[in-house]
């Protein structure tokens, strides 16, 4: 018998590869930005908060504990201004990528629904329409839409690839507008901490919600600003019904974030030094890339937050990927995000001081 799951697209940094190999050959060796990778050492108050409790025995609580929840809630309000009433509305996940493939299956999208993805878009949003058997519109306009009405809307802001953030005014009207037609809202807020020339805000602050978190969700990884990409270490937030529904499914699941994980969570959250240190890094490390890369004759588009560079000279994005190959370096083709990223290539911030500077000295040769 021949089954036949969802039809997903291809994995797109499989088709990485060759670029890869001929970046590799570069007499000074590979200088890797094609993915957003941490690569800077653990904080110690993190590492060290999996030890306290390797030794328990039982399993975990899906919700996380207690003090999980109430270090997240505590760190929302100091970083974002963000209020969650209820810390029970505050749910750990398995990093962000997982909640992401599987949120429109876990809140019940079913095959001929809608679900919306902005038009240059982290490709986890289309396979977890897809694994839910939905239909898939790439818009940043929601009136493109017409009469049409769906069942989730994903926001991501700050954005991968572009790094454009959305003003306040945008993230209201999309709020309003989804719940007008009854739709869920949810925000990839996985690089919030990261705003450069533009101060992002959550979809959860007030001044978007109006002080009311129904139909919405907010979506946060501790991959970036904690450095916890091993770790699968994030959290969901927002609608107390949501989250509840979520919470009963993944009990049913068994979709557990480990106990030492979520010791460590709770000690990231806690802790707002570590969290300034590593935007430092990636500050530096963005201050010597932009010029070089502007340099060498490309614009760079939007890129006000994040972990990358957006970049283009109006070439084809995959004929700019064999360019910077060429001199040893590996970015991704701006059409893994969608097709209109056609003209641009996604240059990512996380590659270790010297492979920065490695290809700063290769931009300028």
């Not at 056609?342 to 700063?360: K, P, Q």
Request: charged share 20%; proline share 8%.
């Amino acid at each position: 018998m021949t089954r036949t799951g969802p039809r997903l697209p291809d994995f797109p940094w499989d088709t990485l590869a060759g670029a890869k190999e001929r970046a590799r050959a570069h007499p000074d060796g590979l200088v890797d930005l094609s993915v957003g990778t941490p690569v800077d050492p653990v904080a110690p108050v993190i590492s060290e908060a999996l030890g306290t409790v390797a030794d328990v025995p039982g399993y975990p609580a899906t919700h996380g504990t207690p003090e999980l929840r109430e270090a997240v809630v505590e760190a929302l309000r100091r970083r974002h201004s963000v209020h969650i009433p209820d810390p029970d509305a505050v749910l750990p996940t398995i990093g962000s990528k997982e909640l992401v493939a599987w949120l429109p299956t876990l809140l019940g999208v079913r095959a001929g629904d809608l679900v919306v993805i902005p038009e240059l878009a982290y490709p986890t949003y289309e396979v977890g329409a897809r694994l839910a058997g939905a239909e898939v519109a790439r818009t940043d306009g929601l009136t493109a839409l017409g009469p049409r009405r769906p069942a989730l809307v994903w926001l991501n802001s700050p954005s991968n690839p572009t790094g454009r953030v959305l003003p306040v005014e945008h993230l209201r009207k999309v709020v309003d507008w989804a719940r007008e037609r009854d739709a869920i809202v949810v925000s990839d807020e996985c690089y919030l901490t990261l705003g450069w020339d533009a101060e992002p805000v959550s979809v959860l602050h007030e001044s978007v919600t109006g002080g009311s978190l129904d139909g919405v969700l907010a979506v946060h990884s501790l991959s970036k600003s904690s450095s916890l990409a091993g770790y699968r270490a994030g959290f969901v937030t927002g609608d107390p019904a949501l989250v509840a529904e979520l919470l009963a499914v993944r009990k049913h699941a068994g979709m557990i974030v480990p106990r030492p994980v979520q010791a460590a969570i709770t000690a990231a959250m806690r802790d707002d030094e570590h969290v300034a240190a590593q935007r430092k890094r990636y500050a530096a490390r963005r201050d010597s890339l932009l010029p070089a890369i502007t340099s060498a004759g490309f614009a760079i588009d939007h890129s006000e937050a994040g972990l990358y560079l957006w970049a283009t000279r109006g070439d084809d994005a995959w004929s700019t990927v064999e360019w910077f190959a060429e001199r040893g370096i590996l970015v991704a083709p701006g059409t893994f995000y969608g097709p209109a990223g056609g003209t641009h290539v996604r240059i990512a911030l996380t590659a270790t001081d010297e492979r920065v500077a490695a290809a700063v000295s290769r931009l300028a040769g």
